[in-house]
């Protein structure tokens, strides 16, 4: 398939059993689109029929295209190709799930992200459903993979086909469960028409607490606080409410969790700031040298199923072992690292960048010939691992940054394909594939 309508299709995003979602280009301006394309298979036909399906289609764009928020995805078009309609929205490269590193076998552990991080991706979500519930819509499918992350962490919810809006009363077959295994509220699981927005508030409870402990809770199982020694026992109130079988006992709304979700984060950070400021420091996981031989500077082209062993990943993509590397300040906002032979801009691109754009930023930083030096380069993926430490606990919140400009997601100089390269999440410390035109930081190096 070449295009949607008037849209150029150079990718596919996702398949499920409604149809699929591709990356395109608008006409004439070039922007990069996600395209979803109504095209069920026979089984969701025989179980929903042709009118509902198509039902649930429509509605879906008319309330993402209506609901005007920042933690919304926006659709902004919508058409027919041949007997099957589709629509357009926003394009990003990253989820919430692929942040996580969570697989579509979600009970598989899961990387956890700093406390920061994750509770910040909560209030987001909390505040975007607060939208939506105040609309009459219960999301009923909330979990990372329907949460696209933008380039500037701003968290979109998106994929509401099967929300349903109040007073909607419009049941499937007896068989048919609504929502995804593990995320879904039990008496979402027991009769998706009677959830209520308390379902979705059970689902951001779920996806909390697996940012925050990397696994999904179990009932009666641990506390997040007893998993992971840096969150603490401030957020296991927060998530045992949220996370109650009965409905009656969590939280009554989005911003009523949100509220109490703010007092327990300015709980852990008054914890956390006394720990810095008196001068304790929990020390870090310690480094493990990653041997003898200088990272690899030639770029390279490695399919993403060979990635982990040509960068030597661990299960979740992240080093197996870290680099015992030290930093020294060369002078000319350049670092030094005595260990890996390699030389770093302090500072970043000022935006993040295409693929192409950090060749241009690295051009012109030999043009210019930055720091004295006209033989700057995209580092290669081995060559960003050198800067990844073990994940930030207790000191990792204390320490100052390295560079001048913290940034996320760094390019590499190695692709993937002929049409996405890898980055590494310098932050959660990852490697990941990204499409060319996905906005990310571009950060260059040099040998000496």
């Not at 926003?90 to 590193?101: D, H, I, N, P, R």
């Not at 002078?331 to 690292?337: A, K, M, P, S, T």
Request: proline share 7%; glycine share 12%.
């Amino acid at each position: 398939m070449r295009c949607i309508g008037k849209y150029q299709v150079s990718g596919v995003l996702g398949r499920g059993g409604m149809g699929a979602v591709f990356r395109a280009r608008a006409p004439v301006i070039g922007r990069v689109v996600a395209v979803k394309l109504l095209r069920p298979n026979e089984m969701t036909l025989a179980l929903w029929g042709r009118e509902r399906v198509e039902r649930l289609f429509r509605d879906e764009a008319v309330l993402l295209g209506s609901l005007r928020h920042k933690n919304v995805v926006d659709v902004f078009d919508y058409g027919t190709l041949g007997d099957w309609p589709y629509f357009v929205m926003e394009f990003y490269g990253e989820s919430l799930g692929s942040v996580m590193g969570e697989t579509y076998r979600a009970e598989e552990a899961s990387r956890a992200l700093p406390v920061p991080r994750a509770v910040g991706y909560a209030g987001q979500l909390l505040a975007g459903l607060a939208r939506l519930h105040h609309a009459g819509v219960v999301h009923r499918d909330v979990k990372p993979f329907n949460l696209l992350v933008a380039d500037d962490d701003v968290l979109k919810i998106t994929d509401l086909g099967l929300s349903k809006v109040r007073g909607e009363v419009f049941r499937g077959p007896s068989n048919v469960k609504v929502g995804s295994p593990y995320y879904a509220a039990p008496e979402q699981e027991a009769d998706p028409e009677a959830a209520d927005v308390r379902a979705d508030l059970y689902a951001v409870g779920v996806t909390l607490f697996r940012m925050l402990t990397g696994r999904l809770p179990e009932p009666g199982g641990p506390a997040a606080g007893a998993l992971a020694a840096d969150v603490g026992g401030d957020f296991d109130a927060v998530l045992e409410r949220s996370l109650a079988a009965a409905p009656g006992r969590r939280f009554g709304s989005a911003r009523e969790m949100a509220a109490a979700l703010a007092a327990a984060h300015a709980a852990w950070l008054g914890r956390t700031d006394g720990v810095c400021a008196g001068g304790e420091r929990a020390l870090l996981a310690a480094r493990v040298p990653s041997g003898g031989d200088p990272p690899r500077r030639e770029p390279v082209m490695v399919a993403a199923r060979h990635a982990r062993e040509a960068f030597g990943l661990d299960g979740l993509w992240r080093p197996a072992a870290y680099w015992p590397g030290r930093f020294v300040d060369a002078g000319g906002d350049v670092l030094r690292d005595p260990a890996s032979g390699l030389c770093w801009a302090r500072e970043a691109a000022p935006y993040p960048v295409s693929w192409p754009g950090a060749a241009a930023h690295v051009e012109a930083l030999n043009a210019a010939r930055f720091g004295g030096h006209g033989d700057w380069r995209l580092p290669t993926a081995p060559e960003l691992l050198t800067l990844l430490t073990p994940g930030p606990v207790g000191e990792g919140y204390c320490q100052p940054a390295v560079f001048t400009q913290p940034v996320r997601r760094v390019w590499s100089a190695d692709r993937a394909n002929y049409a996405s390269a890898f980055s590494v999440d310098v932050e959660l410390g990852y490697v990941t594939p990204a499409d060319f035109c996905c906005p990310v930081a571009a950060r260059a190096v040099r040998s000496f």
